[in-house]
């Protein structure tokens, strides 16, 4: 997964994605508790991207994601989570060609 995927970043997340042989997409999430020190807050983060995942994953058929949070999603609002998790599908699916 690691050694040559797809990459976006911003200040919240950075998130790598290949493509698989599945006929279905696959989430991976990495919150690292060093990075977002409270457990209320990773929880509310791992929440956030699995609800904007399932919303998507028909669109980003036959990939990997792997999402890894930054520190300053920890603060964050769910709303600018969302728009920037949206970013990230949006450039994923152009990237790595899954829809027009």
């Excluded at 919240?12 to 990075?35: D, E, S």
Aim: charged share 30%.
């Amino acid at each position: 997964m690691f050694d040559n995927p797809v990459r976006t970043t911003d200040k919240f997340f950075t998130v790598l994605a290949v493509n698989n042989h599945l006929q279905h997409p696959r989430l991976g999430l990495a919150i690292a508790k060093k990075q977002i020190a409270r457990a209320v807050a990773r929880n509310r983060i791992k929440r956030t991207i699995r609800e904007s995942f399932r919303l998507r994953r028909h669109q980003l058929d036959s990939l990997d994601i792997v999402v890894l949070a930054r520190r300053d999603a920890g603060k964050a609002a769910q709303e600018l989570l969302r728009s920037s998790l949206e970013r990230h599908w949006q450039k994923l699916a152009d990237r790595c060609g899954i829809y027009s």
